[in-house]
């Protein structure tokens, strides 16, 4: 695992807690792709309109309780099968926390990166 891409995930969540949006516009590639149990969400600024103005609890946190290195290399499939580009992949275990600090729920998050741009996430929660 590289440094960059767990940073890059760290970077996400504190965008995403601080509520600071044009970090995380930044931190995404322009064709992202977020798959949630709940949606799917396709396109960056679609993406960050979505969180900034219409996801149901902005007063959450994210606690980041473990990344791990999920592979990368040349033999990636793009999702259209043909050969990927050099991407990094990392996974968070952590939990999605309510203002007065309770658990919400637990989460898994699978991270793509290419060019130290995320390009996906898959979230997956218990």
């Known amino acids: 695992m590289t440094d960059r891409a767990a ?3 760290r970077s996400y969540y504190r965008a995403l807690d601080e509520g600071d949006y044009d970090a995380l ?3 995404l590639a322009e064709g992202f792709v977020h798959d949630r149990p709940d949606r799917t969400i396709e396109g960056r600024d679609r993406f960050v309109r979505f969180m900034r103005e219409d996801r149901p ?3 959450t946190g994210h606690r980041v309780d473990a990344v791990f290195e999920a592979g990368s290399g040349t033999g990636d499939r793009d999702a259209d099968g043909t050969a990927g580009t050099d991407r990094e992949r990392v996974a ?5 926390l309510a203002a007065d600090g ?3 729920t637990g989460f898994v998050d699978v991270f793509s990166l290419v060019e130290g741009r995320i390009e996906r996430i898959e979230t997956y929660t218990d």
């Open 25 to 27: 516009a930044a931190l």
């Open 57 to 59: 609890q902005k007063d």
């Open 102 to 104: 309770s658990a919400i």
């Open 92 to 96: 968070v275990r952590g939990r999605l």
């Open 7 to 9: 940073e890059r995930a």
